[in-house]
């Protein structure tokens, strides 16, 4: 009896370590895929990111507005200084104004142009403040801001583009009250896509890549 009572402990406890060990190994393997799955998120949007030009009109959820400028307003900044500005345009009327001013100084023929670039529903004007004391140092946290923004948002299935000239600068502040004091650096659309537009081709890492020293 005294035997069967100590297997039985010994049975119960190989039992215990063993499925101990297995929900441990169990819980590292999710772990394991856990950073798997984030950084193939991370990877994946960096990749698919492309510059999308011709958007549907499906809304942008407030949710998804509100994750893609937290992760826009996460970039480093020169001292932390967090210099910059978004400027979240929704309304059609705004949009319709830009989209006027654009083809009145651009010329009629480029009507299709700009109705198919500002037919997404949502788009944010990224701006610098010039008045602080490395404002050179503060448009690159500003553009920094402006690829933290276009990733997160490719992460949830939008396009976006990096317009700096298109819509000209003076477009922009002149329809959206803009002080002089702050840089716009771009505005960018935040739509689904009409389509994804194919990879461009892209120089190789052997084009770009150097080591140790410049040769
Ligand atoms: C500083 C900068 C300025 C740009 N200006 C414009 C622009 O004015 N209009 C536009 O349609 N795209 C603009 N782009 C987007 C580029 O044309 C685009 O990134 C490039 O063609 C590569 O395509 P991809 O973004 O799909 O990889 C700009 C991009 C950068 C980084």
Redesign the pocket.
Known sequence: MKTNRRAFFQKGAILGVGLTLGSLGLFAKNKENLAQNASDDIFDAIKNR??V?KFKSTPVPKEHLIKILEAANCAPSPSNRQAWKFLVIQERETLDQIKEECIKRSGERNRQYFTDYLSAPVYVVVLADTKTRNPANDVIGGALAAENLMLAARALGYGT??????IPEEVSKQVLNIPDDYKRLCITPIGVPAEW?KT?KKKSLEEVVLHEKFK
């Open positions: 492309r510059s030009r583009v990096y317009c700096a000239n298109s537009p461009p």
